[in-house]
């Protein structure tokens, strides 16, 4: 792994009694946090402190509890414990004062950046601007990507990107030192400035030179972040049927003025016959004649007006089109400038791009509007990483016993373990060998709802309360008797030999194994009762994930709820039934019965990919082993794999 090193220069505002702003910068000694935390690199700015208060105590002490939040546990990955360590410190000063921060920490190749607030981050990269993230009021964003050598970063508070404009950004970057672009914009901000809260740090990427062997194809950035460009005044349908409109009125009110002419013609024809009707016949001749010429005319005029409004029509009709592929073909660029950086904003970059090419008309696009569609797709294809699948049978379940078909699915130990309430039976099939076997069976497991496996014991909630059975002694009993306490509880989980059971009713109440079985139950859930009234099922790794019918999922840790939101799906979670997880895991697997997939997301909220397959809607249960590269479902009497890609 290459190891790369920042070169930074800050823009700080001065101090005042009402603002505070500052750029801190911490590279680890110790090898073990520099290894697993990386290079810090934050942007803090302060506001809104009650009168009396400094505010270089106050930043000083921020300064502090990041740092310690960040580098003070080293056990979750890099990015989370960032966004965690952001989250903390805005959760410890709200209502106190506003904060604002914008973050990015470099581990080997790897760059992560947060924001909390409405800051920004910037990438140059081959003398070309672009917005990795954008920060929202009252969330942690977070996005990471890949770095190349001489990449210049930019992370700035709202304050500091309000004094200046995009081109005087791209410009200061594009001197290629972070010294002169900062003793470039410094004067800009200074000179606007009045409350010291403005602040930003240019940062390069600087490292060791790269041999022929592993020379690095940088991936060239787009132009500068543009603001989404507004609705086009038009659309080639609307223009369309206007232009119908238009000529039938046109042609109506032509008719009209025809008619009058020829009227006032032949009008003043028939008076001159009055006065010449000892004419002789032949003399009509030439009246006739001019009639005519004067119908051919006026019809070759009108014919001339109708082609040249068609003919500006289809020019208007050419402009519309190609507006919409300039601004499609802006919107593509940047999204594949993005794809490593940040593949969140490059997806809602390519669909942004989708959509203004969906509104020129089929039958109206051009060549180029073909070329560039397929284009598109291509690259949407790799950032969206959408997959259309045809799951293997992985094992069918009438090999253990006739007509065996699956109702619950559970995994323990490099086995998937199911419950068969037809036949009244618990299966067992090993994942490595397909060994398979009947674990338990008979009339005390009619009532059986849901399964799950901390082997050799096995568990089932049943409408009496929790039957277990080991493996090993052969022995089964009710370990546990349903409570009054209890609501309606909808999904049973065994963790580390513990059981956790979900109740509908806002609970989850947890069991304590002890010696020759669990303790009395305890209320897992600190604070006030949750809403579970539309939950779905759960799934645990040390943290709880509740999948809800709306599509959301809720994750709670040591009893406290965590924040967490899912960002980057082309389309929101319809019907979802089933969520996997467990701590060997290093994604969430959601069951998306209404759009027909599987989709994973990482644990950061961050959408992954998405297995799609028509035959979705007869799984009842899902498992995936990252180890073993494939997605298990269950459907009746089948269970199906899918190879992770």
Known sequence: MKKFLLETAKIVGTTTDQAWSQVHTFSPTEEEKLAKRGQFLAVISLSGLEEGVETVTVGKEILSRLHEEYYGHLEAKAIDQLKKALEQVTRETEGEAQIEIEAAVLTGEIIYFAVSGEGRILVQREGKTATVLLGNKGEVEIASGRVVKDDIFLLGNPRF????AEGAIS??????????AAESLTPMVHGREKDGIAVAVISKIIGPEIGPEEEVSPTPLSDKEKEKPGESSFKVSGLKTGLKDKLTDWLKVGAKIGRGFLFRIEKKLKRRAIYLEKEDKEKEKPRRTLITVAVILLVLLMVSIILGIRQRGRGQTGSGQSALLQQAQIKKEEGEALIDLNPIRARQLLLEARNLIDEIEPKEANQAVFDFREELEASLSLVMREHEVEPKVFFELGIIKDGAKGDDLAVSGGELILFDHSKQAIYSLAIGSKKSAILAGGENLADGQQVDAFLPKIFLLTERGILQFDRETKREALVIKTDEEWGE?????????N??????????????????????YQRWLKGERADFSEAMGMSIDGSVWILKSDGSILKYT????DGFTISGLDQSLNNPTAIFTDDDQENLYVLDQGNSRVVVINKSGEYYAQYRWQEMNQVTGLMAS???GKIFLLAGDKIYQIDLK
Request: charged share 25%; glycine share 14%; proline share 0%.
């Open 626 to 628: 990252e180890e073993e």
């Open 499 to 520: 059981l956790y059971l979900l109740d509908k009713e806002g609970e989850i109440w947890k069991y304590s194994a002890i010696e020759g079985g669990f303790g009395a």
């Open 558 to 561: 040591q009893g406290l709820k």
């Open 489 to 497: 509880i909808i999904d049973l989980r065994a963790f580390s030999g």
């Open 171 to 180: 410009a200061a970057l594009s001197m290629g030192s972070v010294n002169e």
């Open 161 to 164: 990107f309000s004094f200046l």
